[in-house]
């Protein structure tokens, strides 16, 4: 992989968990929380895999996260919600939050460790 691919996607995850970090406390949905599962397991193949092939699904993961990332940032709480529910939404969102930064995380080791 060139450096300059490498620099690229480097940039793209520090934008994106800029971007990420300022998203509002809003809840994340089923669905979103499997996709985040299924982004982790992508990960973990692209850890066991070499080469090109750890290329290709790391890319696929990056992307699995800016869609990810994109839909919470729409996400907002809906109208009229108890504030015990609104509580559970947010703490939702929170451990969603949480698992994409480390999965981000996890992704910049890896691309810094392809750069050595």
């Not at 990420?20 to 809003?26: I, K, R």
């Not at 929380?33 to 890319?59: D, H, P, W, Y």
């Not at 940032?73 to 504030?83: F, H, I, L, T, V």
Request: with cysteine; hydrophobic share 40%.
């Amino acid at each position: 992989m060139k450096n300059q691919s490498i620099h690229k996607m480097i940039a793209t995850i520090v934008v994106c968990s800029i971007g990420f970090l300022s998203v509002p406390a809003f809840a994340a949905p089923d669905s979103l929380t499997q996709f985040a599962i299924q982004s982790q397991q992508k990960l973990r193949q692209a850890k066991a895999a070499k080469g090109v092939e750890r290329q290709k699904l790391m890319e696929e993961h990056m992307n699995m996260m800016k869609e990810i990332m994109g839909k919470m940032q729409d996400m907002k709480p809906k109208a009229g919600m108890s504030m015990q529910d609104h509580e559970d939404w947010i703490n939702e969102h929170q451990k969603l939050m949480e698992d994409v930064m480390g999965q981000l995380t996890e992704e910049h080791r890896l691309l810094m460790e392809t750069c050595k």
